[in-house]
């Protein structure tokens, strides 16, 4: 049996903007209210195992689950500077059936755009070992899956059931 693993390291940055339909306080509620975050944030075939919420500079967030599959999912950050209603910054480690797949730094800011809101969300992170495949394919699963989310916020502010499938 091969013990060994190949150590690779994977940086990348993205960034997303998306204009929602919608005013800023109820966008930021998306992120700041646990409630209106559950309605996004995950989904799919994702089952939780652990959940919890702490939206303060200093506090958690804690997202552990399996999929249908039933790989072990785990999402733990901290939010690291808060100015309500412009900007959330956060430090998040992933793990993929207790291996550590990432590490990364999110900043994502809000702007009142007409009788609607600006979003940009950016990611910096490190891809490790090939747990969520070769770094490259990594970090486009991420930017990927990440918009996605962002679509459910966009669904959940118009009052739709997001869609619990992540397209291709």
Known sequence: MNTTTDRTQTHATFTIEREYDAPLDRVWAA??????????FGGGEFHDVESAEDFRVG??????????????????ATYTDIVEHERIVYGYDMWLDSAHASTSIT????????????????EQG????????????????REHGTGWLLGRIADVLAGVTPSSEMPV
Request: glycine share 16%; hydrophobic share 35%; no cysteine.
């Open 31 to 40: 992120f700041a209210d646990p409630e209106v975050k559950n309605q996004w």
């Open 59 to 76: 506090g958690t967030a804690v997202n552990n689950g399996t999929d249908g599959a039933g790989h072990r999912s785990e999402f733990r």
């Open 107 to 122: 900043t994502i800011t809000f702007a009142d755009a007409g009788a609607g809101t600006l979003l940009t969300f950016t």
């Open 126 to 141: 490190v891809h490790l070992d090939g747990v969520h495949g070769p770094g490259p394919e990594a970090a486009a699963g």
